[in-house]
């Protein structure tokens, strides 16, 4: 890139009294290299910065996002450090498998009566079975006279409307 660039030519460089990327003017070259350069903002004559060395980390960044279809599948494909799930996500994904695993448990227990399809005006009693056309099929755990049934689905506990 700087091999087509002599001096008077305009480049890209970190300015130090700026302190900002900014359009600079080649002053001096040593074997094909920009080494001074003059700030076209503020004047100040000084060595040459490559505009891109303060701007990696950022840049990085911004390519792992991009890496991936969504940001969480960017960040695990190329971020080691990103790719451990955070607590928050880890025990969000515990509490999950706890709970199908104690839907998958009354589901399959002997004594499970046989699914009848949910609909708010069904009688429900604990250990009732149900197969509701969203949620898919539950066990009432418990009722909550008059008129609900807390009933343990795939995806969790949801309180739902039956004639205790
Ligand atoms: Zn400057």
Redesign the pocket.
Known sequence: MSSVKGPGDRIEAR?T??NDV?GHVIVALVGGQVVKVE?C????VHKYYPPKTEKVAVDDGVRRVRAGTDRRQALASSSPRAAAPSRSQARAAAAAAAVENAWRTAMERPSAPAARPYTMGMPLQQGDVVEHATFGLGTVQSVIRPDKAEILFRDGVRTLRCVC
């Open positions: 300015c009294r700026c900014t700030c903002a503020c004047g100040s």
